[in-house]
């Protein structure tokens, strides 16, 4: 079945910094990659995803990458801000037919310092 | 629309119990998931249900199941609780049509099991 790595499992940066965060996946077939943001006590909430036919998607400050050949993908997050501190979780899934279900990354702390 | 909700949202049960939480997707969409969220374990799946069945399985044992009504509400059980039950249960809805991936969380059931 499907694996998703995720690194670093901790961040910290300055504001106004960049954020990078990776992932790698196993299944060639998943197709379908979300990003989400959990702040303590939340729930988790989609951010930003990307689809396998494209490479790069953004979306103001955040931006998504994709590489199929390697199987990774990587959430930026440019001019972090104290509000971005939270918990992001990548994930994968082989979305169409009968598949669906969300295989998550282990999740990266960020703590963006003011 | 209203987002995603789930009672209760917090829950207090014995070992050797059973319990039953609830899931209510936002209005049209006709897929729900569930997770359960540990700090050691991070985000599993535990199966997803479409137009009443259920499509997806996760690796979990017998003593979760779950069910899905026909206006998309689900539940899940888990008999026989065990100290390491104790979790955040998360529910996710998806419309799951050709356009659109998206999952959506609910604000998760707290269970704690003593």
């Known amino acids: 079945g499907e694996n998703v790595e995720q690194h670093p499992s901790t961040l910290s940066v300055q504001e106004g910094d960049s954020a990078v965060i990776k992932c790698t996946y196993s299944?060639?077939?998943?197709?379908?990659f979300p990003w989400y943001k959990q702040e303590l006590g939340k729930r988790p909430q989609l951010i930003i995803d990307?689809?396998?036919?494209?490479g790069e998607k953004k979306d103001q400050r955040i931006a998504v990458t994709l590489n199929k050949t390697a199987k990774h993908f990587s959430l930026h997050i440019t001019e972090t801000q104290p509000e971005d501190s939270a918990v992001y979780f990548c994930?994968?899934?082989?979305?169409?037919?009968?598949?669906?279900?969300?295989?998550f990354g282990k999740g990266t702390k960020l703590s963006v310092k003011p | 629309k209203a987002g995603v909700t789930q009672t209760p949202r917090y829950l207090i049960k014995t070992r050797g119990q059973q319990v039953t939480l609830s899931c209510s997707p936002i209005?049209?969409?006709?897929?729900v998931s569930w997770y359960q969220q540990t700090p050691g374990q991070g985000l599993q799946f535990l199966f997803e249900?479409?137009?009443?069945?259920?499509?997806n399985k996760g690796n979990f044992p017998g003593r979760f199941s779950g069910r899905q009504f026909s206006n998309s509400r689900s539940e899940m059980n888990v008999s026989t609780l065990e100290l390491g039950d104790s979790a955040l249960y998360l529910c996710?809805?998806?419309?799951?049509?050709?356009?659109?991936?998206?999952?959506?969380f609910g604000p998760g059931t707290r269970l704690t099991v003593t």
């Open positions: 996710a809805s998806s419309p799951m049509g050709q356009a659109s991936y998206e999952q959506y």
């Open positions: 299944d060639s077939a998943s197709n379908y």
């Open positions: 990307i689809r396998s036919n494209v």
């Open positions: 994930a994968a899934s082989r979305v169409g037919g009968s598949q669906g279900n969300l295989i």
């Open positions: 209005s049209g969409h006709r897929s």
């Open positions: 249900y479409f137009s009443e069945t259920q499509r």
